[in-house]
């Protein structure tokens, strides 16, 4: 097949257009990279010269005095200048500080020297802190009881003692209701029978005196609910007294 010479001057011309243009915006492109790098370059070197002002021709603007000293105030104690603003007193040239006066020690071994050796300490429970105070207080004060209403039962049958414990809990004396009988504590108040407790019985002329204490401490802990004892069969009347 013949090729026509026009065909191939065009081909070779299109080719020789297209490597042309080709270089052309290679160089182009690379005289902006190094254009680019030139500028980053600039921008990172150190100035050759840094702007300076010289202030030994400097004049003060217009209505500004120049400070010459005269009206510092004295500072005291320390030449480093304060960082608060100077305050000026009319007829005060300087301000002291208070320092609070330490304590006088006591030289006990020349006062021990000079009475013979002996020291004399009476007078040193005057110097009793006063918390020791508080307590000799609470220690020499009276303690008061919680008074609560109670009234004294005696069982002196059987039949009384089994009524008895149908309502009562817990474990109760045995008692030979022919020459013995039961005291038992109950309560007249909203408090439960447990908190009394039988603390004695002690014979006092015509009358039988039952020693009883209130204690409302670990009642969960009490088994019975009621404070019982046994005693001698007696017609003396039956008094209650409360102790601690």
Known sequence: MKIKLSTLFIVVLSFALGAGFMRWW?????????????????AQQPADSILTADLRTAELADGVAEENGENDVPQS???????????????????????KPEPEEQDFSQTAKKSGGVVDLSGAENNVPAATDNARQAMSSNITMIEAPVKARIIETNEQYKEFKRSARGSYPMADFETEQVLVLESQSNLPDKVFEIAGIEPA??????????????LDKKTNTHSAVKMDKTDLPIVLEQVL
């Open 26 to 42: 290679d160089m182009t492109q690379t005289q902006k990279d190094l254009a680019q790098m030139q500028a980053i370059f600039n």
């Open 205 to 218: 002329g015509d009358k039988m005196v039952v020693l009883y204490r209130v204690n409302v401490f670990g």
């Open 77 to 99: 104690g320390t030449d480093l200048p304060s960082q608060l603003s100077p305050i000026q007193l009319e007829g005060i040239s300087e301000v002291y500080g208070y320092k």
